[in-house]
């Protein structure tokens, strides 16, 4: 999978600055907008003054001083929040908590002469001159060192990159086949899930025992969805199936599976739901439902870029 890199026009004409030297040398040279409350526009056209560079007084830990002492640091600041922070150890703190096409404009171009920023399928990495692509943290500041002239992580962490276990999947589609060919050949038939929608989902919640007919994660502003629980209610109601055959209990969790992973249609009312839609929902459930015996953890070196597809699937929710 390649990296995305931003191509959007640097229209505030912001200056490279690829250390704390320059950041404070530049500083130094842009003179205030007038009026205004010592406000340093960023880049040479001074009509973009949501980008700025400022000046901040920090505590910063040394060996002789454990409890800190006072130093200067230069921020390219933008609508209120300083991404790029120049110490005067040489280290750089890159602060990418909201990210969007200006915060991304911004970083590649005040750091163009030194580092890369680009992008993987959401995550943001910082290119050396080594072509390393170190992540940059969404829930924390990420900070640099400048070591032999470039950037490298401070304290490295390695990532983690989550892989299926095909062996323990196959048998999990095996165990459950039953099931899904009965639900596949029931759709196959009629994709219409027919009656009262409403409430022939209440009458199927309450033979299943479930309060919610969420079984993935999904996000209400008003509440949240047991899932979790219905997951392990779900997964024991299948066994049970599987084990004693009763049609019945086959047909409300097929119904509960198909209204899930259909589609509804305003024309006539009616939720649809193709054997191809119900088999790729089943699949997520028994990945998330199972998921501490179907993914290995591997550890992935650092610097290494990579898209992790089954990460979604081991968040704590």
């Not at 320059?22 to 001074?46: C, F, M, T, W």
């Not at 602060?95 to 992008?119: C, E, H, P, Q």
């Not at 992540?135 to 470039?150: C, N």
Request: proline share 4%.
């Amino acid at each position: 999978m390649s990296m995305n890199f931003h191509r959007g026009y640097n229209s505030a004409r912001i200056k490279s600055l690829p250390t704390y030297a320059q950041a404070k040398a530049h500083y130094e040279s842009v003179v205030p907008i007038r009026g205004r409350d010592n406000v340093r526009p960023l880049g040479a056209n001074r009509r973009y003054t949501h980008t700025q560079i400022v000046k901040r007084m920090v505590s910063i830990e040394t060996p002789d001083n454990p409890l800190g002492e006072w130093a200067e640091v230069y921020a390219c600041h933008l609508w209120g929040t300083d991404y790029i922070t120049f110490y005067p150890n040489g280290d750089l703190v890159m602060n990418t908590k909201y990210r969007g096409v200006s915060v991304m404009n911004m970083l590649t171009y005040a750091l163009k002469d030194v580092v890369g920023i680009g992008s993987m399928r959401g995550k943001w990495y910082l290119i050396n001159k080594k072509r390393e692509s170190f992540v940059l943290k969404e829930t924390e500041p990420t900070v640099f060192s400048f070591v032999d002239g470039d950037y490298v992580p401070k304290d490295p962490t390695p990532e983690t990159v989550y892989t299926l276990n095909r062996k323990e999947m196959n048998a999990l589609r095996k165990r459950y086949k039953k099931f899904v060919d009965y639900a596949c050949t029931a759709l196959g038939i009629d994709e219409k899930i027919h009656g009262d929608e409403g409430s022939k989902l209440d009458e199927v919640k309450t033979y299943l025992k479930i309060k919610d007919n969420e079984l993935l994660p999904s996000y209400y502003w008003n509440r949240k969805p047991d899932f979790k629980g219905n997951q392990e209610t779900i997964a024991k109601a299948l066994d049970t199936f599987i084990e004693a055959g009763d049609l019945e209990l086959a047909y409300n969790l097929m119904f509960l599976f198909a209204h899930n992973a259909g589609r509804y249609s305003y024309r006539d009312s009616s939720i649809s739901c193709s054997p191809q839609a119900f088999k790729k929902y089943f699949e997520s459930f028994l990945k998330y439902a199972f998921r501490n015996n179907l993914f290995v953890a591997k550890e992935v070196e650092v610097g290494v870029p990579f898209h992790d597809a089954n990460k979604k699937f081991m968040r704590q929710y």
